[in-house]
């Protein structure tokens, strides 16, 4: 990163966790509405292994959100671009990003864990952090689903900003995040 644009791996980061997280949210829609009939191959038993999926990846994103963190500290970043409730607007918004971000998958491997189904990524188990709980993966449930609530609101926001900049004000904050020549 310089003062003035991200770097390749700062956008590397970005685009890999963004993509993922559309994945992840198309991959849970389909999976909540899969049956559970095992004669109906294609819907029945590919819920089970899209669950499993969901999950692996999910722990996935968790080290890469912690690793986006790190590398969002240990490096310079540029400033943010406008003025007064603009700049609170964008803070709020990344900072809303970096919690759903964190919060996602630590209340999956919470509700999992409490409502005693435990986590395997790619087939290797996690260790259950926690004893079967019905009531703490209820409440783990709901925090997860409020979450991925949030996600389409500060997404939405995160766009409107970026392609404010870009159309509105002309200026390079929605580039910043783009391979280009600097």
């Known amino acids: 990163n310089t003062t003035t644009n991200y770097g390749y791996i700062a956008q590397i980061i970005h685009w890999v966790m963004a993509l993922s997280f559309i994945a992840m ?21 590919g819920k089970w292994a899209l669950y499993g999926l969901h999950k692996s990846v999910g722990m996935v994103l968790l080290l890469l959100i912690i690793l986006r963190i790190l590398w969002k500290i240990s490096n310079p970043k540029p400033p943010l671009n406008g003025q007064g409730v603009q700049k609170l607007l964008a803070a709020v918004t990344h900072y809303g990003l970096y919690a759903v971000m964190l919060l996602m998958p ?14 395997k990524v790619f087939g290797l188990k996690l260790p259950d952090l926690l004893g079967e709980n019905k009531p703490l993966g209820s409440l783990a449930h709901d925090i997860h689903h409020y979450a991925s609530e949030a996600v389409y609101i ?3 926001l995160h766009l409107i900003g970026a392609l404010y900049h870009h159309y509105v004000i002309k200026d390079d904050t929605f580039l910043r995040l783009f391979w280009r020549n600097k």
């Open 25 to 45: 949210f198309v991959v849970a829609e389909v999976m909540m509405h899969m049956t559970t009939d095992p004669t109906n191959t294609f819907f029945g038993s």
């Open 106 to 119: 630590l209340s999956g491997y919470i509700m999992s864990s409490a409502g005693g189904f435990g986590v």
């Open 154 to 156: 500060l997404v939405a």
